[in-house]
């Protein structure tokens, strides 16, 4: 719809044509113009600029979705779901860290959410694959960041592959935050990418302590490849929302579960 009369921001039509550009996949100067009552002059400057962000790819009349753009909103997406869930996990995770410790965060945006709730709060080493938590920390005053070499794995901000898996190898950590895509009523925790199962498991392993972060929603299921048991962990941090007929099934167990 044209907004008559009215002209907006160069920001806000950028983040206009970053919507519709994820919905259409292709967009036309002529029809952008109109909707913001711009020149197409304008319109092919705005479309430049996400050109040279490699956000967009020109084409004759308007401009195509990049790749990158694509893969940017969907790590956005995920990391907003359920995010109040993932700052409350995040709050309780920080409670089990002390100042100089060493500590490994698993890829993932909930030990994304741990980091920056790290930020002027504590004073840690952070080890990671996470090329995420690496551009969220890397100026906070008293964090130490180490980040695992390795591939860049398809369609994910984060290093994977045998050399990670090495260099895992070389640390030992005070703790080790393991996010996970599912967690059955067993306890056992599921992702459903292979690519990094093994790394998964080494991080565990060479931790003093393992917690499991996961929010509600992750409960009650299973997923392609099963990664921890109830013996390679010590604590599960969720939110309130779990089912409680799970929880139950996990105490039985025996497995401590902390909910935020």
Not at 126 to 135: D, E, G, M, Q, R
């Amino acid at each position: 719809m044209r907004e008559k009369g009215k002209r907006i921001s160069q920001t806000r039509r950028l983040d206009t044509i970053r919507a519709e550009l994820l919905n259409a996949d292709e967009v036309s100067i002529e029809k952008l113009a109109e909707k913001f009552n711009v020149s197409g002059m304008t319109i092919r400057r705005d479309l430049e600029l996400l050109e040279s962000q490699g956000e967009a790819m020109r084409t004759h009349g308007g401009a195509a979705l990049a790749k990158r753009l694509t893969f940017e909103f969907a790590f956005r997406d995920k990391q907003n779901k359920n995010l109040r869930q993932k700052r409350l996990i995040a709050a309780a995770a920080v409670k089990h860290i002390k100042d100089g410790q060493v500590i490994m965060l698993d890829t993932g945006t909930t030990t994304l959410q741990i980091a920056e709730e790290l930020i002027g709060r504590r004073k840690v080493t952070i080890i990671t694959t996470s090329l995420a938590i690496v551009s969220k920390v890397q100026f906070a005053t008293g964090i130490k960041m180490i980040l695992l070499g390795g591939f860049l794995r398809g369609g994910s901000p984060d290093l994977h592959g045998p050399l990670t898996e090495q260099n895992v190898e070389a640390f030992r950590t005070d703790i080790a935050f393991m996010g996970a895509d599912a967690v059955d009523c067993q306890g056992n925790t599921y992702t459903d990418d292979l690519q990094v199962v093994n790394l998964d498991k080494k991080m565990a392993a060479n931790a003093r302590k393992v917690i499991v972060v996961a929010d509600s929603n992750k409960f009650g299921k299973d997923a392609m490849c099963r990664v921890l048991t109830q013996k390679d962990y010590d604590l599960i941090i969720s939110d309130s929302g779990v089912d409680k007929r799970i929880t139950r099934q996990l105490n039985k167990r025996k497995i401590n579960i902390e909910l935020a």
